[in-house]
């Protein structure tokens, strides 16, 4: 039983809400640094303000005329990101699965430009508040002295951008976290075995209509088919199976399974009956995917109505019922008939690479045919140039029959992981972002700060300090926001690495130690170079140009 808005949202839910929250923690790194820039700019501005205010205008005017400004600034930059938005529109349908539910529904229209309005009215309000507020309240003796604006620059407002560099640094800190512990988790899953090859084969469905085909009909079908298939040139092998594997859907759990019975086992409990995904498959249908035998034999054309019931069972169903035995010959009750083991074969992921492999038996499909089956063939070269051959094998059987879900077996593994890869992708774009802006705010404090204190680096380098301690003496204020916005942000990516869980995969925890250890290291090495550059131009300085100037 499942719910029915994880039907409609499926295994795209979990990571789009992720997305979103990393989304609103790149606003919000964005807005600092905005704000941080504002801040700057109105110590700039604190003689331009001081004389407004000294011709009569109020603190309230001043106050709305900055606001203005900030929304202004908010606006236009809206304006922009919706613009942008529409264009890149199509690529992100594009790059996301088909299976997504409404893909074809999302589009710019009335109420993403009202929620693009209202946010930006928002965080040009909250952001440009407090620069607004530090230069409505200047000192107007002290904003009109000569040499005003640089003591002002250097000591007023310096803890306010000390916070929003250290805030920038704590989230851009988040988002790189949760986009090293997907990328981690995404190489796992990228290296696990699916249990086939899914090179060079083509896949395609087929469902034949129950008015026209029998069981004895539909039998005939698929084996004149593949038999005309096999013949083709450039065709080296063709099969069927009921349900083509590395076929999740949207939701995460088997819905291809059956009850059985192992004859002469203990009988399970009631609610603990064994059961197992169930397939039923053409002779040659393990050979044309690659899947090794482990025991006994394949299924042969001998394998049919006339012949006693067989079956072919997987690793997983032999570990969980026939632990240190072997499973040849003995006996399983399924769909109410009597099947005998001939052969065991290796586990095939049946439902995504990130799930686990449970038990599976497969029936030779005369014996048990099917009407609704996928076909697979592999070729020599490129698999899609053969989907126009195929379909007039089928046509050439019946010229009503059509095939539908033409892909290669490549496409069907790489959607697979379409959804992590697409959340890997677009978090680590945003933790990329995120790191940069963050990285920007540094540098532009500290250049913003040797700027505001030359005639205080000027005055230290006549007393004899050398080039080397101003050097350090910037880096190392650089150093020590940098640690403390990573501090911060270890402490809250903790909280946020944990909405990832289902996104992880391969014993990666939402704790690694790795990441939590080397992306803080690297982000304070980044800060490191991006606060060196200002430091070498304060070692730059000329004392006697410095003094002379103050």
């Known amino acids: 039983m499942v719910p029915y808005s994880e039907m409609a949202s499926g295994r795209a839910g979990p990571a789009f809400l992720i997305l979103l929250g990393a989304v609103g923690l790149l606003l919000l790194i964005a807005c600092a640094n905005v ?5 700057a700019r109105s110590g700039a501005r604190r003689k331009e303000i001081a004389m407004r205010a000294a011709l009569g205008a109020g603190r309230g005017r001043i106050l709305r005329q900055l606001l203005t400004e900030s929304v202004l600034l908010a606006l236009l930059g809206s304006v922009l990101g919706v613009l942008l938005a529409g264009w890149s529109l199509g690529a992100l349908r594009g790059a996301l699965p088909d299976f997504i539910p409404r893909l074809k529904q999302v589009q710019v229209d009335a109420r993403v430009l009202g929620f693009t309005l209202g946010l930006s009215l928002i965080t040009g309000l909250i952001f440009g508040l407090a620069p607004a507020l530090r230069a409505s309240r200047a000192d107007l003796n002290e904003a009109l002295k000569e040499g005003g604006r640089r003591t002002q620059g250097a000591v007023g407002g310096s803890r306010m951008r000390s916070l929003l560099v250290v805030t920038e640094m704590a989230l851009a800190l988040v988002l790189a976290v949760g986009a090293g512990l997907l990328a981690r988790s995404f190489a796992r899953l990228m290296a696990v075995d699916p249990g086939l090859r899914a090179a060079n084969v083509l896949s395609m469905q087929l469902s034949l209509p129950e008015a026209n085909y029998d069981e004895p009909r539909c039998g005939s079908f698929f084996k004149n088919l593949i038999e005309r298939l096999e013949a083709l040139p450039g065709v080296r092998s063709a099969a069927a199976v009921n349900v083509r594997p590395l076929r999740g859907g949207l939701l995460d759990m088997p819905i291809w399974v059956s009850g059985f019975q192992v004859e002469g086992a203990p009988e399970a ?22 899947i090794p035998l482990r025991q006994g034999r394949f299924f042969t054309d001998r394998d049919d109505r006339r012949a006693s019931p067989v079956a072919l069972v997987n690793e997983a169903l032999v570990r969980r019922h026939f ?7 003995r006996r399983l009750r399924l769909a109410g008939q009597s099947r005998e083991i001939v052969g065991v074969v290796a586990d095939v992921k049946l439902y995504g690479l990130d ?35 195929v379909r007039r094998q089928v046509l050439e059987l019946d010229p009503d029959q059509p095939v539908s879900d033409v892909r290669a077996m490549d496409e069907v593994l790489a959607e697979c992981t379409l959804i992590r890869r697409f959340a890997t992708a677009l978090l680590g774009v945003f933790a ?5 802006l963050a990285v920007v705010g540094i540098y532009g404090l ?5 700027s505001q204190r030359e005639h205080e680096i000027g005055l230290r380098m006549a007393l ?3 080039p080397r301690q101003v050097l350090a003496m910037v880096v190392t204020r650089g150093l ?8 911060l942000g270890v402490l809250a990516a903790f909280g946020f690495t944990r909405l990832l869980r289902g996104l992880l995969f391969g014993g990666i925890t939402p704790t690694d130690p790795l990441i939590f250890a080397g992306v803080p290291a690297l982000l304070i090495a980044v800060a490191a170079v991006a606060s060196y550059l200002p430091a070498l131009r304060a070692t730059r300085i000329d004392p006697v140009a410095a003094l002379r100037e103050e």
């Open 432 to 436: 990329a972002l995120a790191v940069l």
């Open 480 to 487: 020590v926001l940098a640690a403390s916005g990573a501090s």
């Open 464 to 466: 004899g300090a050398a």
């Open 35 to 39: 704000a941080n820039l504002l801040l």
């Open 355 to 389: 799930k686990p492999t449970g038990p599976a038996i497969y029936a030779p499909h005369a014996q048990w045919p099917s009407r609704i089956m996928c076909l697979v063939v592999r070729t020599q070269g490129d698999p899609a140039a053969w989907a126009s051959a």
């Open 446 to 450: 500290m250049s913003y700060s040797v």
């Open 323 to 329: 632990p240190g035995e072997s499973p040849l010959g």
């Open 269 to 290: 409990p009631r609610g603990q009956e064994p059961w197992a995904d169930i397939r039923r498959a053409t002779p040659g249908y393990f050979s044309t995917l690659g």
